[in-house]
């Protein structure tokens, strides 16, 4: 693809979903990583790794400012092999290197979409993760299902077997919201169940597993009850989908921040939206326990909220500290515990 097509199409969506943020080509180093933090989980230790790459071309969803971290302009393929570079040479990955069970891998948009994240700079990460992460069991690539192509993700899986230890592929689908005329027509998600379950099952004879990503409340005029009715019919709708395709399906879980620069971080400096409470949050989740899929609470607003927009209000370190041991047990009286 031309380089200009794409930057045109994320300028494109930028105007679409009316947002008011600016790119990261000024003030970002493109040889360094966006941002990487570990996370425990009951898969045990987790890398998060967030590539600064070109933009997400999609850019329209309503409350999502995360292409502002990237570049509008197309980053080369040298520039992010330099970020993988770096990421190996920090002491805190490396000195953890032997014990990381399961690497994430984002650009805040599709790392599988070539025209915004390098193939050759894929391969080199790649060939770096079965070198250096010997424990690693789970490998999960953040994509829309558009970009998903099955002899690229067979080449992926190939790879891995090479490494020391077998490792499973996992692709991580945004969902956003359930209902759909919340997804596509408010939040402008472009994600009909249609192509979903198509792509479950396409990947189902290899194995591969899915995460899916859901926002509690994500949009406004959404009052507390209707959110946690969207999650759980989530819920039902993934368990579903997991026992029709045989596939390991997790929700992850994020309750919704208001976001600088969108219309809904707008709507909440007008007083119509208030993010959701991790006590709705718990409730939410706890409607999985007993189903066959798991879950994980997102629970950091990535310094990207308005001022006073964030699901974390004074006092909650607690929960978020209860709620954070959930996401290491899967223990959902814990949950119990939070909502009751």
Request: aromatic letters at 10%.
């Amino acid at each position: 693809m031309n380089k200009d097509v794409a930057t045109r199409q994320i300028l494109r969506g930028t105007e679409k979903g009316e947002k008011k943020y600016t790119f990261g080509d000024d003030a970002h180093d493109p040889d360094r990583p966006e941002q990487w933090w570990f996370q425990q989980s009951d898969e045990g230790l987790i890398l998060f790794i967030v590539f600064y790459s070109q933009a997400c071309r999609w850019a329209r969803c309503l409350g999502c400012n995360l292409p502002s971290k990237m570049s509008a302009e197309h980053v080369p393929f040298d520039h992010l092999i330099r970020q993988t570079d770096y990421l190996f040479s920090l002491p805190e990955i490396a000195e953890q290197a032997g014990s990381i069970n399961k690497l994430i891998v984002s650009n805040n948009g599709s790392v599988l979409d070539e025209a915004t994240f390098s193939s050759t700079a894929l391969m080199y990460l790649m060939a770096r993760i079965n070198m250096h992460f010997r424990a690693l069991k789970v490998l999960a690539l953040e994509s829309r299902p558009e970009y998903v192509d099955i002899p690229e993700l067979e080449f992926l899986a190939r790879s891995l077997q090479e490494g020391e230890r077998a490792t499973a592929l996992e692709l991580c689908i945004g969902f956003e919201a359930f209902d759909e005329h919340i997804r596509n027509n408010v939040f402008d998600k472009g994600l009909t169940l249609h192509a979903f379950e198509e792509l479950a099952q396409k990947i189902a004879p290899y194995g591969y597993r899915l995460k899916c990503y859901f926002m509690l409340k994500p949009v406004p005029g959404m009052n507390d009850s209707e959110a946690v009715e969207d999650i759980r019919q989530a819920i039902d709708y993934l368990d579903t989908v997991s026992a029709k395709y045989n596939l390991a399906v997790n929700m992850h879980l994020n309750p919704t921040y208001a976001a600088r620069g969108t219309l809904l971080g707008e709507a909440f400096l007008r007083g119509e939206y208030i993010p959701p409470s991790l006590r709705d949050l718990a409730w939410a989740a706890g409607y999985a326990e007993g189903k066959n899929i798991s879950v994980f609470l997102g629970l950091s607003d990535e310094g990207l909220a308005e001022q006073g927009g964030s699901f974390i209000r004074k006092g909650d370190e607690d929960l978020t500290e209860r709620l954070e041991e959930f996401n290491r047990t899967q223990n959902y009286s814990i949950l119990r515990e939070v909502y009751s």
